[in-house]
């Protein structure tokens, strides 16, 4: 199985800040999270665990293997599950971005914002590649939201109206899939 993990909660995500690539630190409520999570996985024994480089999505992962018996060595930061670059529109708040830019529109670059199209090529590389190199054992994924809405899409396909914000997983909620793809 394949399962999925959104990091903890940062002050961005209580800000309505858009984080992108700006390494941001989880808060303490992200912590908890992370820890709340790992009793869910407890039971779970993971061949491999992979993390976005940044420090909320590889923090997550670090407080959850802890928890779990496994070394924080073994974890394999992976720059594909990176979150998606937002260039000059990162850290400023919700109101000051909306309308900028269509983060839907596989065209719109507009202030240095990640090609859609180059950003869900990433992911769909990582996943089947993990898929084809980990069928049928446990892996743990920690990542972003973004990078969560198309994993989504990877396992099960476009949201039928069209809206994926509603793929998004929030802090620290866990996504579960058969590694058979």
Not at 29 to 47: H, M, P, R, V, W
Not at 80 to 94: D, F, K, Q, V, Y
Not at 125 to 153: M, P, Q
Request: with cysteine.
């Amino acid at each position: 199985m394949i399962y999925i993990v959104r990091h903890g909660q940062t002050n961005w995500n209580l800000e309505g800040r858009n984080q992108g690539r700006i390494d941001i630190e989880l808060n303490e409520k992200g912590i908890q999270q992370a820890e709340l999570t790992s009793e869910k996985l407890e039971n779970i024994k993971f061949d491999k665990v992979f993390s976005s480089p940044l420090k909320r999505a590889y923090k997550t992962a670090q407080v959850i293997c802890e928890k779990i018996g496994i070394d924080e060595n073994e974890i394999i930061v992976d720059e594909r599950i990176i979150e998606r670059c937002n260039g000059e529109l990162e850290g400023l708040l919700r109101e000051e971005y909306e309308g900028k830019v269509d983060f839907s529109d596989p065209n719109d670059t507009r202030y240095g914002v990640e090609s859609l199209t180059g950003f869900r090529i990433r992911i769909d590389e990582f996943f089947k590649e993990i898929c084809n190199k980990y069928k049928d054992r446990n892996v743990l994924v920690v990542t972003h939201a973004g990078v969560s809405i198309y994993a989504k899409c990877f396992f099960e396909g476009e949201p039928d109206d069209g809206d994926y914000n509603k793929y998004k997983l929030k802090n620290c909620e866990v996504l579960e899939y058969k590694n058979d793809k």
